[in-house]
């Protein structure tokens, strides 16, 4: 079992930046892949970058040179620093874990899910 507890939410102006992270505990090998997800109101959930365990990364588009993944395995953290942030990427940021070698960014490829953080970018 995995668990997993996201903070570094809140509410900044477009252009501003935060730093997700992600705490996990639990099976190691149940989380070769970590990764950011995205859900605002209305939207299907949309993967937003992942990282697998040697620190490989995958980004979506449209978040490529301005976000940036990194985990900390002796802390086991998870983070996500979000720089030039945009109000149409407001919304509820979930951390998630696979047991799988190669990390997608298919929100059905994982198995382990945090509650949520909320992250609001106002024009």
């Known amino acids: 079992q995995v668990q997993l507890l996201e903070s570094g939410g809140g509410s900044v102006q477009s252009g501003g930046s935060l730093r997700l992270s992600c705490a996990a505990s639990?099976?190691?090998?149940?989380?070769?892949?970590m990764g950011w997800f995205r859900q605002s109101p209305g939207k299907e959930r949309e993967g937003v970058a992942v990282i697998d365990s040697v620190g490989s990364t995958r980004y979506v588009e449209s978040v490529k040179g301005r976000f940036t993944i990194s985990q900390d395995n002796t802390k086991n953290t998870l983070y996500l620093q979000m720089n030039s942030l945009k109000p149409e990427e407001t919304a509820m940021y979930y951390c998630?874990?696979?047991?799988?070698?190669?990390?997608?960014?298919?929100?059905?490829?994982?198995?382990?899910w945090g509650q949520g953080t909320q992250v609001t970018v106002s024009s």
């Open positions: 998630a874990a696979s047991r799988n070698r190669w990390c997608s960014l298919v929100d059905t490829m994982y198995n382990y």
């Open positions: 639990g099976n190691r090998y149940s989380r070769s892949c």
